[in-house]
Each structure stands twice: as structure tokens, then as C-alpha cells.
């Protein structure tokens, strides 16, 4: 018999190509969004080259702009509401004691993956030393003065801030406004002088700044949440509340994704007109540029996917896939804050990652986890010095690690904060501080690369956090289960007595048909295994079939009603 090759089975070893294509297509609707979104990273690169060329005026940016500020605005608008509700209720599904553990495994992990992005970056840096006496000289002139404000940050500072942003005096300001150390000039008379000579100090006052203090609201979140949780019952309408809410808003955030293409192209294009000099920035800045981007590369397909494997022994690649649309987003908004509905999307529907533990993490490592940043801060602080044909020692070395990794912890959620970071490094290693202002000219692109790290450092951290505490999750469950079972026995010990439905065998030698809505009493039947007397009225389980003998056998049931049709 001839053999037939169908199109929906295989044949020969080799699948049909009608079952190929259908894979196919499977796949394009499965990362259509993916798919549309990396069209409008390519798309805005390549049209904002092309109208560089017609040199547009400063109206025409602002409206090519306008699209992707709307789209950054919707992302940014979500976080606020989405931080609380992932918090509130991922805290509180978990216990006092895990929360606690999750949190030093969370900070430890952070501090352990930015300290080894710094040490990456020194590597890096030194080997392909892309720092150069000439290229200083080439932009000192396109370079922008820094303020004194900044100048004057360090490190203590850094820390005071941190403390103050985490226990915030105010709840509702803190949506609005962080704590933030400035120094002012302040003029005070020279003493022992009979003149009226005056001398100016700086002197350190804390004031506020526009920004979310994310940090402060997360603390309370998760102080919240755990004592919600060890409420129990009482507590369940408020969880619930905040599941809702949780739910609500990342159905939210799926609608805004579908904007991403036309807002991710939008903001590429329009940054890439806004740069001046675009020719001679990256031709002097171009190493600089490649080893941070190298690094970033290198961390995140190598060192990152090797930790995953190593601690949690499944497949790197497919977790790394399934974050490309956070990794995209991410590079178009520079912002892990603005990017963090799209990670919980991502992790939730993709990663599969336990949401007790990806509501926990995601939120706290948007702030503190600076992966990128740190990376940078090491690579900027070494970069100035060879400008500067400075030596530097082990020591320094050290120094600039230790110093990258503290700050970039200590750093607040704001644009630009990795060159404020690098002026506290180099006050630590004596180097001049005046040059930071030339890494402005390209930080809009580096910001982008370094935000991909963090972001997806962040979902990494969640997967191996979740990993690690495995053990502790099915505990969790397993008491739940417990518990459940408990109120389930409880409740039936509580409820009235209710007596249950007796079966009988309907016997009769009459062959007569049984039709919907028949009434049948135990005088005109035989209720065989016992019944009731005279007038009690049963319900019929089955259909009439015919038995042995001649004899029409139905399944009949006695109810507490007494009275039932067929």
C-alpha cells in the first residue's frame, strides 16, 4: 500500500510543512507584542539618523517627543499603585518570619551581584582602557558645568538620605516628594576682626525634592502587610482588597503595552535628535561607550544566566526570553521605576514566578538593586583617571568597588544619578572631580544599557529568591491546607443536623412509562431496602429501565420534602 503523507502528522522522520507553519504562526501571536516592540526600537533609531540630516527644529522634536512622553507617563502613573498592592498583599501571604528572610536574602543577594558588576567593570576598563589625554581635549569644549550642589555630595551624606527616605514623616508627601542633603552658601563674620569682614561656608541642609520616595512607601508596605497577614480572618476583606487592586492593575498595564511600539520608537528618535554633536560624542567617547556596553553584555548573558543555572538548574535562555519585553522597555523609558508594570506582567505570565515572592522583590530591588549603575560608577571613576594619565593602586581599586557598590545602594531612584554617584567615588580616591561633566554628553545612551541591568538583576534576584525559599513556600502552603481543612471540620460541626437522602429501588411489575413531571407515591410502589408509609412522596434518580423478570427498576431518593417529581 502507497504511503500518504498527511499534514498533520509526521512522515519519514520529518515534520509536515503545514504543521511547520503553524508552529510558526503559533509563535508570532504568542510575541506579537515582543515582536512589534523591537520594530519600534529599530524604527526609531533608524528614522531619527534620517531626520538628523534635516536638522528639524525644536517644535518638530517636541511633537515627535509627545507620543512617548504620554507612554512614559501612563507607565509611571502605575507604579505608585502597583508598589502598594503588590506589597500589601505579597507581605501578607507570607509570615513575620519568612518576610524577614526573604528580606536578608533579597539585600545580601543585591549586595553580592553589585559588588561583582563593580569588580566587572574594573576589569573591563582596565583592559581595554579607553580613557585618553586626546579625547579630554577634544571635548572640553562640549562639556557642561556641574553644579556646586553636587559637587559637594559624599557618601555619609548618601546614607543619612537613605535613612531618612526609609522612615518618611509623612505618608502622603512621601508620594510626592524624597529627602534629599544640599549644601548652601552661607556667610558668617570673621571673628575677632573689628571689621565687617565676612567669610562664606557651605553648610548641610536637608530639603525636599519632587520624586516618589518609593523606598519609604515600601518599608511601610511591607511593616503593613505582615501585620495584616498575622491577623487572619479579620484581615482576609483588606487582602483581598489589595489582591483585587493588584489584578486590576496589571490588567491596566497590558492595555498600555500595546502602546509600547509607537511610544518606545517615539522616545528613541526623539533623543537621538536631541543630542548635539552627535558625530564627535561618540567618536571620543566611543570606547567608553563599548566597555560599559561590554560589560553590561557580558553580565547579563554570561555571568547572570550561569548564576541562574547554577542555583536553580533550569534553562537560562528561556527565562532570559521571556523578560525581553521588560529588557526593551526598560532601555526606551531608562527608568526600572517606569518599567516595573511591565516586569510584573513578565514574571507573572511568562516566568511563572511564585507572585508572593516576585511582589516582594520587584518593588524593593527598583530601588535598591543598581547592578548597571554600578558597573558604570567603576567604569567612569577609572575612565577619568587614565583621561588624567593617573596611576592607580590595588588599593584604589578596592576602594572604587567597595565605594561603586555602597553608593550605588545608597543612590536615589532619579535620571542622572550614576554621575552624582561617580563624584562620591572619586572624593574617595583623591581624583578631580571637574571632568564628571563629560560623561553628560553620552549618559542618555549609557542610562539605557545600565537600566537593562538593573531591571533585569531585579527579576534574576526574584527567581533565585524564590528558589531559596521553597522549602519555607510549601510550608506556608501546606499549613494553609491545614488550616483549611480545619475551618471546613469546623464548619460542619456547626451546621444544623440534616438528615441525608435515603436510596431505594423502585420495583414494580406494572410496565408502566415513567414521564417528566410524574408523581410517584410509596402506596403505588414498592420501595424495596425500606421506606415510607402511605402518602410519602420520592424523587426519581434515574431513568426507567427493565429489569429482570420483567420488572421496571428506578433509582428513587426519600427527601426531606417528601414530595418531588420525576
Given at each position: 500500500?502507497?504511503?500518504?503523507?498527511?499534514?498533520?502528522?509526521?512522515s519519514?522522520?520529518?515534520?509536515?510543512?503545514?504543521?511547520?507553519?503553524?508552529?510558526?504562526?503559533?509563535?508570532?501571536?504568542?510575541?506579537?507584542?515582543?515582536?512589534l516592540?523591537?520594530?519600534?526600537?529599530?524604527?526609531g533609531?533608524?528614522?531619527?539618523?534620517g531626520?538628523?540630516?534635516l536638522?528639524?527644529?525644536?517644535?518638530?522634536i517636541?511633537?515627535?517627543?509627545?507620543p512617548?512622553?504620554?507612554?512614559?507617563r501612563?507607565?509611571?502613573?502605575?507604579?505608585?499603585?502597583?508598589?502598594?498592592?503588590?506589597l500589601?498583599?505579597?507581605?501578607?501571604?507570607?509570615?513575620?518570619?519568612?518576610?524577614?528572610r526573604?528580606?536578608?536574602?533579597?539585600?545580601?543577594?543585591?549586595?553580592?551581584?553589585?559588588?561583582l558588576?563593580?569588580?566587572?567593570?574594573?576589569?573591563?576598563v582596565?583592559?581595554i582602557h579607553?580613557?585618553s589625554?586626546?579625547?579630554k581635549q577634544?571635548?572640553?569644549?562640549?562639556?557642561?558645568s556641574?553644579?556646586?550642589?553636587?559637587?559637594n555630595?559624599?557618601?555619609?551624606?548618601?546614607f543619612?538620605d537613605?535613612?531618612?527616605?526609609?522612615?518618611?514623616?509623612n505618608?502622603?508627601?512621601?508620594?510626592?516628594?524624597?529627602?534629599?542633603?544640599?549644601y548652601?552658601?552661607?556667610?558668617?563674620?570673621?571673628?575677632?576682626?573689628?571689621?565687617?569682614?565676612?567669610?562664606?561656608?557651605?553648610?548641610?541642609?536637608?530639603k525636599?525634592?519632587?520624586?516618589t520616595?518609593?523606598l519609604?512607601?515600601?518599608?511601610?508596605?511591607?511593616?503593613f502587610?505582615t501585620?495584616?497577614?498575622?491577623?487572619?480572618?479579620?484581615?482576609?476583606?483588606?487582602?483581598?482588597?489589595f489582591?483585587?487592586?493588584?489584578?486590576?492593575?496589571?490588567?491596566i498595564?497590558?492595555?498600555?503595552m500595546?502602546?509600547?511600539?509607537?511610544?518606545?520608537a517615539?522616545v528613541?528618535?526623539?533623543?537621538?535628535?536631541?543630542?548635539d554633536?552627535?558625530?564627535?560624542?561618540?567618536?571620543?567617547?566611543?570606547?567608553?561607550?563599548?566597555?560599559?556596553?561590554?560589560?553590561?553584555?557580558i553580565?547579563?548573558?554570561?555571568?547572570?544566566?550561569?548564576?541562574y543555572?547554577?542555583?536553580?538548574?533550569?534553562?537560562?535562555?528561556?527565562?532570559?526570553?521571556?523578560l525581553?519585553?521588560?529588557?526593551v522597555?526598560?532601555?526606551a523609558?531608562?527608568?526600572?521605576?517606569?518599567?516595573?508594570p511591565i516586569?510584573?506582567?513578565?514574571?507573572?505570565?511568562?516566568?511563572?514566578?511564585?507572585?508572593?515572592?516576585?511582589?516582594?522583590?520587584?518593588?524593593?530591588?527598583?530601588t535598591?538593586?543598581?547592578?548597571?549603575?554600578?558597573?558604570?560608577?567603576s567604569?567612569?571613576?577609572?575612565?577619568?583617571?587614565?583621561?588624567n594619565?593617573?596611576?592607580?593602586?590595588?588599593g584604589?581599586?578596592a576602594?572604587?568597588?567597595?565605594?561603586?557598590?555602597?553608593?550605588s545602594?545608597?543612590?536615589?531612584?532619579?535620571?542622572?544619578?550614576?554621575?552624582?554617584?561617580?563624584?562620591?567615588?572619586?572624593?574617595?580616591?583623591?581624583?578631580?572631580?571637574?571632568d564628571v561633566?563629560l560623561?553628560f554628553?553620552?549618559?542618555?545612551?549609557v542610562?539605557?544599557?545600565?537600566?537593562t541591568?538593573?531591571?533585569?538583576?531585579d527579576?534574576?534576584?526574584?527567581a533565585v529568591?524564590?528558589?531559596?525559599s521553597?522549602?519555607e513556600?510549601?510550608?506556608?502552603d501546606?499549613?494553609?491546607?491545614?488550616?483549611?481543612?480545619d475551618?471546613?471540620?469546623?464548619?460542619?460541626?456547626?451546621?444544623?443536623l440534616?438528615t441525608?437522602?435515603?436510596?431505594?429501588t423502585?420495583?414494580?411489575?406494572?410496565?408502566?412509562?415513567?414521564h417528566?413531571?410524574?408523581?410517584?407515591?410509596?402506596?403505588?410502589?414498592?420501595?424495596?431496602?425500606?421506606?415510607?408509609?402511605?402518602?410519602?412522596?420520592?424523587?426519581?434518580?434515574?431513568?426507567?429501565?427493565?429489569a429482570?423478570?420483567?420488572?421496571?427498576?428506578?433509582?428513587?431518593?426519600?427527601?426531606s420534602?417528601?414530595?418531588t417529581?420525576?
Open positions: 500500500m502507497e504511503k500518504r503523507q498527511s499534514s498533520i502528522s509526521y519519514g522522520g520529518k515534520m509536515s510543512p503545514v504543521r511547520v507553519t503553524d508552529m510558526r504562526w503559533d509563535w508570532v501571536r504568542k510575541n506579537l507584542l515582543l515582536l516592540t523591537f520594530s519600534g526600537v529599530v524604527f533609531v533608524i528614522v531619527g539618523l531626520l538628523r540630516l536638522s528639524p527644529d525644536k517644535t518638530t517636541l511633537l515627535l517627543s509627545y512617548g512622553e504620554l507612554f512614559i501612563m507607565l509611571k502613573l502605575m507604579i505608585l499603585p502597583l508598589v502598594i498592592a503588590s500589601v498583599s505579597g507581605s501578607a501571604s507570607l509570615n513575620a518570619k519568612m518576610n524577614g526573604i528580606v536578608v536574602r533579597t539585600i545580601l543577594y543585591f549586595l553580592g551581584t553589585s559588588l558588576n563593580a569588580v566587572l567593570g574594573i576589569i573591563l582596565v583592559a579607553p580613557g589625554a586626546l579625547a577634544a571635548l572640553t569644549s562640549e562639556a557642561t556641574i553644579s556646586s550642589q553636587a559637587s555630595v559624599n557618601i555619609l551624606d548618601g543619612l537613605l535613612g531618612r527616605n526609609i522612615f518618611p514623616d505618608l502622603f508627601q512621601a508620594s510626592f516628594q524624597q529627602v534629599h542633603t544640599v548652601v552658601e552661607n556667610s558668617v563674620p570673621l571673628p575677632g576682626n573689628g571689621t565687617d569682614t565676612e567669610i562664606t561656608e557651605l553648610v548641610r541642609k536637608v525636599y525634592r519632587g520624586g520616595n518609593t519609604g512607601i515600601i518599608v511601610f508596605c511591607l511593616v502587610g501585620i495584616l497577614g498575622s491577623l487572619g480572618k479579620r484581615g482576609a476583606v483588606v487582602v483581598d482588597f489582591s483585587v487592586i493588584d489584578a486590576v492593575i496589571l490588567k498595564v497590558t492595555g498600555i500595546w502602546l509600547s511600539p509607537v511610544g518606545v517615539s528613541i528618535l526623539s533623543k537621538i535628535l536631541s543630542v554633536n552627535l558625530g564627535t560624542v561618540m567618536s571620543n567617547l566611543g570606547l567608553f561607550i563599548v566597555t560599559v556596553v561590554v560589560g553590561v553584555l553580565y547579563q548573558w554570561i555571568i547572570q544566566n550561569l548564576l543555572f547554577v542555583f536553580t538548574r533550569r534553562n537560562p535562555f528561556k527565562f532570559y526570553f521571556n525581553l519585553e521588560a529588557w522597555t526598560a532601555f523609558t531608562a527608568s526600572t521605576a517606569a518599567t516595573l516586569t510584573f506582567r513578565c514574571m507573572n505570565d511568562k516566568c511563572r514566578v511564585d507572585p508572593r515572592i516576585s511582589r516582594f522583590v520587584l518593588p524593593i530591588g527598583a535598591v538593586n543598581m547592578d548597571g549603575t554600578a558597573l558604570f560608577v567604569v567612569g571613576t577609572i575612565f577619568i583617571a587614565q583621561m594619565e593617573i596611576s592607580l593602586g590595588i584604589e581599586y576602594t572604587i568597588a567597595v565605594t561603586a557598590t555602597a553608593a545602594v545608597a543612590s536615589a531612584s532619579v535620571p542622572s544619578a550614576a554621575l552624582v554617584l561617580i563624584l562620591i567615588v572619586l572624593q574617595a580616591v583623591n581624583l578631580p572631580t571637574g561633566s560623561l554628553t553620552i549618559d542618555w545612551l542610562d539605557r544599557f545600565r537600566t541591568n538593573n531591571c533585569l538583576g527579576c534574576y534576584s526574584a529568591i524564590e528558589h531559596w521553597q522549602s513556600l510549601s510550608a506556608m501546606a499549613e494553609s491546607k491545614h488550616e483549611f481543612a475551618d471546613v471540620e469546623k464548619a460542619a460541626d456547626l451546621a444544623p440534616v441525608p437522602p435515603l436510596h431505594y423502585w420495583v414494580s411489575d406494572q410496565h408502566e412509562p415513567l417528566d413531571n410524574d408523581i410517584i407515591t410509596s402506596t403505588s410502589v414498592n420501595l424495596e431496602k425500606g421506606g415510607g408509609g402511605g402518602g410519602e412522596k420520592a424523587q426519581c434518580n434515574g431513568k426507567p429501565s427493565m429482570e423478570g420483567g420488572e421496571l427498576c428506578v433509582e428513587v431518593e426519600v427527601t420534602e417528601q414530595t417529581k420525576i
